[in-house]
């Protein structure tokens, strides 16, 4: 089983839909989630990140948490063709460092 | 507030040279980590560096090797170059490195080895 897993996709959704991306990770000491958009080419840049369970909202986008779970999610409101990219979920895990454990990330497909 | 800088952005190196990539964390960020970024392997964390001592590491070869400068700026070095090790190296800067909450990447650096 990989630490973190993540529907490759691609998800395609119409323009002003939402987008729904879920991740689930298999340490259940992990301490922080965070969610990264790459586009093409380029490196990845940080969109959100949460730690406590329940929903964490930054403009169109909501970061969910279910540690009982071990589920984190990524809705996007009012899907853009600007949001067409990879995302990226990473999990920290429980130890006392600063590595991010990646799942392979999902790739959104925003159509006109 | 400058980003996380990295140098060089772009480089070819032949089979068996080494190479050696530098990274700039943001002003402030003490904790600085390298990830290789490949099609086939995805984000793979190399290592992690705290105040100059590296602090965790990924399941990569000897070659792959690292440091942290006082200033917090971060070197990562491979040697013996394979074909296979053509990918971007991210570099990720953080405000602690324990909890991470605030963890960014730099532009990369693209190595292709020919």
């Known amino acids: 089983q990989k630490e973190v897993e993540q529907n490759s996709g691609p998800l395609s959704v119409p323009e002003g839909a939402i987008a729904s991306l879920n991740c689930t990770y298999s340490?259940?000491?992990?301490?922080?989630f965070f969610w990264y958009r790459q586009y093409s080419g380029k490196s990845p840049e940080l969109i959100m990140f949460?730690?406590?369970?329940g929903d964490k909202e930054d403009g169109r986008f909501t970061a969910q948490l279910n540690k009982a779970s071990q589920y984190v999610s990524l809705l996007i409101r009012d899907s853009q063709p600007s949001d067409s990219a990879t995302y990226l979920c990473?999990?920290?895990?429980?130890?006392?460092?600063?590595?991010?454990?990646f799942g392979q990330g999902t790739t959104l497909q925003v159509k006109p | 507030k400058a980003g996380v800088t990295q140098t060089p952005r772009y480089l070819i190196k032949t089979r068996g040279q080494q190479v050696t990539l530098s990274c700039s964390p943001i002003?402030?960020?003490?904790?600085v980590s390298w990830y290789q970024q490949t099609p086939g392997q995805g984000l793979q964390f190399l290592f992690e560096?705290?105040?100059?001592?590296?602090?965790n590491k990924g399941n990569f070869p000897g070659r792959f090797s690292g440091r942290q400068f006082s200033n917090s700026r971060s070197e990562m070095n491979v040697s013996t170059l394979e074909l296979g090790d053509s990918a971007l190296y991210l570099c990720?800067?953080?405000?602690?490195?324990?909890?991470?909450?605030?963890?960014?990447f730099g532009e990369g650096s693209w190595l292709t080895v020919v």
């Open positions: 340490d259940r000491g992990s301490q922080s």
């Open positions: 560096y705290f105040s100059e001592t590296q602090r």
């Open positions: 949460i730690y406590s369970n």
């Open positions: 002003s402030g960020h003490r904790s």
């Open positions: 990473a999990v920290h895990g429980s130890s006392n460092t600063g590595k991010l454990i």
């Open positions: 990720a800067s953080s405000s602690t490195g324990t909890d991470g909450n605030t963890i960014y």
